[in-house]
C-alpha cells in the first residue's frame, strides 16, 4: 500500500501552496479524499492521518465503507446519479456532486420530501459538450435555472464539472475559468448565492483552486493508481 498519510500531507501541502498565491483562505478549500475503487483499509489509513471528507462514485461500494467504518466520516456522492438509486444516496451522502439534469433534479427534490431532508448538491455542467459526460449543457442551465431554484429542498451549492482531459494541469485552466465564469453570471443574473466549485481532480487541484475551487476531488494522488479504468464511469 502507498504511504498514504506522507501522500495526503503533501496534498494539503499543495493546497496550501496554491490558496497562498491566489491570498485564499485555506479553510475555503474543502479537500475530497476520493476512494472509489479503494479498499477499506485505504479510507481507515487516509481517516488515521487526520481526513474526515471522502468522496465515492458507486453506490454499493459506498454503502458497504459507510457501514464499516466510524460514523465521523463524512461522505459526498461524486458520480452519476441513476434515479432509482436516489433514495438511499440521499439516506448515505451529505453532498450530490453531480446534479446533471432537471428531471433528476426534480425527482430528488420529491424523494428528498417524502424523507424529510434537505439535501446539499452541485449541478454538473458538461463544459466540454461530451457524449461520455453527464451535465447541463451551459445554454440548458441558464435556462432551467429559475425551475431548478424553485425546488424547495435542494440546496445548491454551486457548479460542478469534470473538464475535457487535457495533457497538463495548465491545460484545464480555460475550463475552470468558465465554470467559475458561469457561476458569477448566474449569481448576477438570478440574484443567488451560489458559492462552491466543485473542480479540480489530482492532477489539477491547484490551478483549480487558483481559478476558485471550493471543493477539490482527488484520488489517486492520495491513494495511489487505481488497479482499472475508470473514465467510462466519470460523471
Ligand atoms: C475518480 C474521480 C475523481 C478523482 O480522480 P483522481 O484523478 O484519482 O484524483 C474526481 N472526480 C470524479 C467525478 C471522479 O469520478
Given at each position: ?8 500531507s503533501e ?5 496550501q501552496a496554491a490558496?497562498?498565491?491566489t491570498s485564499?483562505?485555506?479553510?475555503s478549500v474543502?479537500l475530497?479524499a476520493v476512494s472509489k475503487t479503494f479498499p477499506?483499509e485505504s479510507v ?6 487526520g ?14 465503507k459507510?457501514?464499516?467504518?466510524p ?7 461524486i ?7 436516489v ?15 432537471l ?5 430528488t ?7 424529510g431532508?434537505?439535501p446539499?448538491?452541485?449541478?454538473q455542467?458538461?463544459l466540454?459538450?461530451?457524449s ?6 451551459p445554454s440548458?442551465?441558464?435556462?432551467e435555472?429559475e ?7 435542494l440546496e445548491i ?5 469534470i ?12 475550463w475552470?475559468?468558465?465554470?467559475a465564469?458561469?457561476?458569477d ?13 466543485s ?7 491547484g490551478?483549480?483552486?487558483?481559478e ?17 479504468r ?5 460523471g
Open positions: 500500500m502507498p504511504d498514504i498519510a506522507e501522500n495526503l496534498v494539503l501541502r499543495k493546497i490558496c497562498a498565491r485564499r483562505d485555506q479553510g474543502e475530497i477499506m481507515r489509513g487516509a481517516w488515521e492521518a481526513q474526515l471528507l471522502f468522496g465515492e462514485s458507486k453506490l454499493q461500494e459506498a454503502e458497504s459507510i457501514a464499516a467504518l460514523s465521523s466520516l463524512h461522505w459526498h456522492f458520480g452519476r446519479v441513476q434515479s432509482n438509486k433514495r438511499r444516496l440521499l439516506q448515505s451522502f451529505e453532498v450530490i456532486h453531480a446534479i446533471d439534469s428531471k433528476l433534479a426534480s425527482y427534490d420529491e424523494i428528498a420530501g417524502e424523507l431532508l434537505f446539499k448538491v452541485f449541478l455542467v458538461n466540454g459538450d461530451e461520455s459526460k453527464g451535465g447541463f449543457a440548458l442551465l441558464r435556462a435555472m425551475a431548478l431554484l424553485q425546488l424547495k429542498r451549492l454551486g457548479l460542478m464539472c473538464p475535457p482531459a487535457a495533457p497538463d494541469a495548465e491545460s484545464a485552466r480555460p475552470f475559468k468558465l465554470l465564469g458561469m457561476r453570471s448566474l449569481e448576477t443574473e438570478f440574484g443567488v448565492n451560489l458559492p462552491g466549485l473542480m479540480g481532480m489530482s492532477g489539477d487541484y490551478v483549480a483552486i487558483e476558485g475551487a471550493t471543493h477539490v476531488r482527488v484520488g489517486s494522488a492520495i491513494f495511489g493508481k487505481r488497479s482499472y475508470v473514465d467510462e464511469e466519470l
